[in-house]
Nanobody
Framework: VQLQASGGGLVQTGGSLRLSCVVS????????MGWFRQAPGKERDFVGA????????IYTDSVKGRLLITRDDAKKTVYLQMNRLKPEDTAVYYC???????????????????WGQGTQVTVSS
């Protein structure tokens, strides 16, 4: 299983970015997908997730209303649309695919995920 994340970069406060993550090596449409991030010197934190059906999403409080997760099963891709970015959003962003078929958009679905390689997002003040 391989996950290839892209779309990171340098953006000013208030700007937008869209991250993409393409999955290969396994069926895509039956697994929840998630995004996590790791800031320098900190642990990897949960950002949000989308259920296998795409109907359910969940976000950590600090990004609610600014970040949006969507998925395109035909392209085996999950997206993270990031709006109104803040310096505290600076981190390496990782996508993950759950190992739970038909799982929900929740943290227990990501106890043992497959990880992508990460893409750097830097928000300047």
């Amino acid at each position: 299983v391989q996950l290839q994340a892209s779309g990171g970069g340098l953006v000013q406060t208030g700007g937008s970015l869209r991250l993409s993550c393409v999955v290969s090596g396994r069926a895509f449409g039956v697994y929840p997908m998630g995004w996590f991030r790791q800031a320098p010197g900190k642990e990897r934190d949960f950002v949000g997730a989308i259920s296998w059906s795409g109907v359910g999403t969940i976000y950590t409080d600090s990004v609610k209303g600014r970040l949006l997760i969507t998925r395109d099963d035909a392209k085996k891709t999950v997206y993270l649309q990031m709006n109104r970015l803040k310096p505290e959003d600076t981190a390496v962003y990782y996508c993950a695919i759950s190992d739970k078929r038909f799982g929900s958009a929740d943290l227990p679905s990501f106890e043992n995920p497959y990880w992508g390689q990460g893409t750097q997002v830097t928000v300047s003040s």
